[in-house]
């Protein structure tokens, strides 16, 4: 069975550009989730969803980030304007529950560098 | 709050030696769940086990074990006879009761040398 899918895998931007990054979960999980890596601050959860609604989206930066699912197999996370701290590692995961039982998978990640 | 920490910051062993990770973690919740994930160069994160707060049992997978103690709040993880492709970084991560929000350690990064 395929994984957790991200695209893209690098994004290299100009400050002020917009970006999109997407993540088609797993068939079958109702739960995704975002993330952000960085060397300052690790990796943090910035929002996740159920059923395609979002649930907690308190890690959320700031209101250049913003986070859609349209569907069950696709999410998107907007930076609109992106900033040189956005570089970072961000991670889709989903999982088949919200039961802290559950595991979380996670993608390969896109690294987003903003120049 | 919950909160994970990863003393070690980084860990150099030759192979075959064995190696521990630490992970204590703190959290009020009576029902929580304690994972360790593996990222290697490649960056991907890869899920190697997950322990619930009833079940105190070690856990071994081949050459991998881990020690779960509700007493000192640790869930310790050790590489027997470490492999140069167990060079990656290891975050250790909790999650409470309700919603699945995990909470990660900063990681440890090992590093096996030939």
């Known amino acids: 069975d395929a994984g957790v899918i991200q695209s893209p895998r690098h994004e290299v931007t100009e400050m002020g550009q917009e970006v999109t990054l997407r993540c088609k979960p797993i068939s079958g999980h109702d739960y995704l989730f975002w993330y952000r890596q960085t060397m300052m601050r690790g990796l943090e959860l910035l929002i996740y969803f159920n059923n395609n609604v979002p649930i907690d989206d308190s890690g959320m930066p700031e209101d250049r980030f913003s986070a859609k699912m349209p569907n069950a197999s696709f999410s998107t996370l907007k930076i609109q304007p992106s900033e040189p701290r956005d570089s970072a590692v961000y991670f889709c995961?989903?999982?088949?529950?919200?039961?802290?039982?559950?595991?979380?998978?996670f993608g390969p990640g896109t690294r987003l560098t903003v120049l | 709050a919950q909160k994970v920490t990863q003393a070690q910051t980084e860990i150099s062993v030759v192979e075959k030696e064995d190696v521990t990770l630490d992970c204590v973690y703190e959290t009020r919740d009576t029902t929580y769940y304690l994972f360790w994930y593996k990222q290697p160069p490649s960056g991907e994160l890869v899920f190697l086990i997950r322990r619930n707060s009833f079940d105190e049992q070690n856990e071994i997978s081949g050459r991998y074990s881990w020690n779960f103690q509700k007493s000192t709040s640790s869930f310790n993880f050790t590489i027997t006879a470490s492999q140069v492709v167990d060079s990656a970084v290891y975050f250790c991560?909790?999650?409470?009761?309700?919603?699945?929000?995990?909470?990660f350690g900063q990681g440890t990064r090992l590093t096996i040398n030939p």
């Open positions: 995961a989903s999982s088949s529950s919200g039961l802290s039982t559950d595991t979380q998978y």
């Open positions: 991560a909790l999650s409470g009761q309700g919603a699945q929000k995990l909470v």
